[in-house]
């Protein structure tokens, strides 16, 4: 937008520049040379008086430019010069004025006793142009002047624009990285102003959605909880301990899968929690290193030495290294290399597992979809919690062979 107006406004600037400055150029020129012409009519005029007397001589001495005199008895006096059309034509009576080589010159007929004389002032062109082109590189400057000025104005109002609209959108993917804290700060014209306000009335009405699904599920713990325990104490009722026993072993089921979908509604609802990357990773492949070692794999592990705070609650986190250690272990032959590195980000963190496996196709990616006959949610558990985290994930298989997967965790 910025580039866009100050292009306009350049634009815009040039041609009305050009409509104004064009035609005082050209009256400036005119002016000039109407000056210039006027001061030899003057001067031609001064001679033209003392033609007839004896002071002609002196007349001509004393006017400070090149002065011809072309006498009736077809004599000269004065500057050398030729006799041309123009000067005949000056001789009927009548005053011309005529272009010449190197500037123009003005011919005054004036009368005397012997018949009529013409009086030729030349002027040079340096004369007629006196000023002019110093006037013209003035108003270029001005005029360049004007176009730069206007283009810093349009480029300041363009700002005054554009900032806050960044700002919206750097507030907007705060939001869909789970930030619900970010808030937008009012400013610009009145447009905008009210784009930021609406933005943060529906960020505040998302957080109030959200305490309200928490205190559902809350609720909703303690309404499965409840009829679970009536259900417990009408079982250790019975008599049979056989049955009892088999209908113990379900309710206990039944309350571990519900208190499952309690504990995962909670962890969606519930406020971004964060860890230090480096310790849940530094711990997980301490844990698969027992196996690797069993398998004769050898395994390269590069963590950095400052802490890594990932907005990645540590259980989600160590699922996600397990998926992808476990793929590893899971579908390459045994004494297959890997490496896991995990290194600092622009956005937050990067963790980077390599194997020199046979490697897999990107179509893995997608939920459900497995080469090696599982159920295929690995990879897909590590794209949801990359997202989650306002990352992303990338898979590919070097040229050299082998897979290498890249999974970029937000900053808490």
């Known amino acids: 937008m910025r580039r866009w107006l100050a292009l306009?406004?350049?634009?815009?600037?040039?041609?009305v520049l050009i409509a104004l400055l064009v035609?005082?150029?050209?009256?400036?020129?005119?002016?000039?040379?109407?000056?210039?012409?006027?001061?030899?009519?003057?001067a031609a005029g001064s001679v033209a008086v003392a033609v007839g007397t004896p002071d002609l001589p002196l007349a001509v001495e004393q006017v400070a430019r090149p002065v011809t005199v072309f006498l009736p008895d077809g004599t000269t006096l004065g500057e050398r010069a030729e006799r041309?059309?123009?000067?005949?034509?000056?001789?009927?009576?009548?005053?011309?004025t005529a272009e010449t080589d190197g500037g123009r010159e003005v011919l005054v007929s004036a009368q005397s006793p012997e018949g009529t004389a013409v009086i030729r002032v030349f002027v040079p062109e340096a004369e007629l142009m006196r000023g002019v082109r110093e006037a013209w590189a003035a108003l270029l400057a001005l005029g360049l002047g004007l176009v730069v000025l206007g283009i810093v104005l349009a480029d300041r109002l363009a700002q005054a624009v554009t900032r806050p609209v960044d700002g919206l959108a750097r507030v907007s993917h705060?939001?869909?990285?789970?930030?619900?804290?970010?808030?937008?700060?009012?400013g610009g014209p009145p447009e905008v102003r009210s784009v930021a306000?609406?933005?943060?009335?529906?960020?505040?009405r998302i957080d109030?959605?959200?305490?309200?699904?928490?205190?559902?599920?809350?609720?909703?713990?303690?309404?499965?909880?409840?009829p679970l325990t009536g259900l417990r104490l009408d079982v250790e009722s019975l008599r049979d301990p056989e049955e009892a026993a088999r209908l113990q072993a379900r309710v206990d089921a039944l309350e571990r899968a519900v208190s499952a979908l309690i504990t995962e509604a909670r962890n969606r609802t519930a406020d971004r929690e964060s860890c230090e990357a480096g310790a849940v990773v530094r711990e997980r492949v301490r844990f698969w290193s027992v196996l690797a070692e069993d398998q004769g794999r050898e395994v390269e592990v590069t963590l950095p030495g400052?802490?890594?705070?990932?907005a990645v609650r540590a259980q989600e986190l160590a699922a996600c290294v397990d998926a992808l250690l476990g793929n590893v272990f899971a579908h390459t032959p045994e004494g297959v290399a890997l490496s896991v590195r995990l290194a600092g980000h622009p956005d937050g963190a990067l963790l980077i597992?390599?194997?020199?496996?046979p490697g897999f196709d990107a179509a893995l990616l997608e939920r459900g979809i497995s080469g090696g006959g599982s159920t295929g949610l690995g990879l897909d558990i590590v794209r949801r919690t990359a997202e989650s985290s306002g990352g992303r994930l990338a898979v590919s298989s070097p040229s050299g062979g082998g897979a290498r997967v890249e999974v970029v965790l937000g900053a808490a």
């Open 174 to 186: 705060r939001l869909a990285g789970g930030d619900l804290a970010a808030r937008a700060e009012p």
């Open 208 to 226: 109030e959605l959200l305490v309200a699904e928490r205190e559902s599920v809350a609720d909703l713990s303690h309404r499965l909880r409840t």
């Open 197 to 204: 306000l609406a933005l943060n009335h529906l960020a505040g």
């Open 23 to 42: 035609p005082m150029a050209v009256l400036i020129r005119s002016v000039a040379e109407n000056g210039a012409m006027d001061r030899a009519l003057t």
């Open 353 to 357: 597992v390599e194997d020199a496996g």
């Open 8 to 15: 306009l406004v350049a634009a815009t600037t040039s041609l």
């Open 84 to 96: 041309s059309a123009a000067v005949r034509l000056a001789a009927t009576g009548r005053s011309v």
């Open 306 to 310: 400052e802490p890594l705070s990932v």
